[in-house]
């Protein structure tokens, strides 16, 4: 399975555009890059899942460079709401042991 | 559909006894896992199932066994419950897909306090 490095936290007020940069220099040929969000007392939930280049849904975007060892979750104008863990994972779809590292605590300020 | 759902929410253990936390999910995914989650800690994976009637070990297995006699089922059991123990565990889901998406559905969490 491939690595993931990402920030442990990140301050940000509201409205502002909140970017998380995750790192995996050995992503194989077929891994996808999935991210999930964590509010407290709750279990994690999908927000986005890319390939490569740019996806963008009503939550969030996410870009993928041209080599993919890295990528970057984008929330626009984020709101107190957006306060949460935040995890970057990768891997293909028999990865069926995906691994969630400490995830980046994003926390918005009034 | 309920999701995935986990029983119970909270339970209070004294070291040495036993319990079995009962995950169920209804949207008939083949894929079904443990997690437990530290305080301010990712997630672990402890077991997992890839199917009705198999099992495997994750990161954390030892202190627990698990069973998956129904295909919508996932039980995961402390024999002998230790301190080291207390946590959150969650159960998760998910329909394996033809080799891009492959989205883990979670339930809701089952606080753990052993004393």
């Known amino acids: 399975l491939a690595k993931t490095t990402q920030p442990i936290s990140m301050d940000s007020y509201e409205g502002q555009e909140v970017n998380i940069t995750c790192s995996h220099n050995n992503i194989a040929t077929n891994d996808y890059i999935t991210w999930y969000q964590q509010f407290p007392s709750q279990g994690p939930r999908f927000i986005i899942q890319?390939?490569?280049t740019k996806v963008t849904n009503e939550v969030a975007s996410l870009f993928i460079p041209a080599d993919r060892k890295s990528s970057t979750l984008s929330l626009p104008r984020v709101s107190l709401s957006d306060t949460a863990v935040y995890y970057c994972?990768?891997?293909?779809?028999?990865?069926?042991?995906?691994?969630f590292g400490a995830g980046t605590t994003v926390t918005v300020r009034a | 559909n309920a999701g995935v759902t986990q029983t119970p929410k909270f339970r209070v253990l004294k070291t040495g006894q036993s319990m079995t936390l009962l995950c169920a999910q209804d949207?008939?995914?083949?894929?079904m896992y443990w997690y437990r989650q530290d305080p301010g800690m990712g997630l672990r994976l402890i077991h997992y199932s890839v199917g009705e009637g198999t099992t495997a070990k994750g990161e954390v297995p030892d202190g627990y066994n698990v069973s998956r006699l129904k295909k919508q089922n996932f039980l995961l059991g402390l024999e002998s419950a230790a301190p080291s123990q207390t946590s959150v565990y969650f159960c998760?889901?998910?329909?394996?897909?033809?080799?891009?998406?492959?989205?883990?559905?979670f339930g809701p969490g089952t606080r753990l306090t052993v004393l």
């Open positions: 998760a889901s998910t329909l394996p897909g033809t080799g891009s998406t492959d989205t883990q559905y």
């Open positions: 949207m008939n995914h083949e894929y």
């Open positions: 994972l990768v891997g293909d779809g028999n990865d069926y042991k995906l691994s």
């Open positions: 890319g390939y490569k």
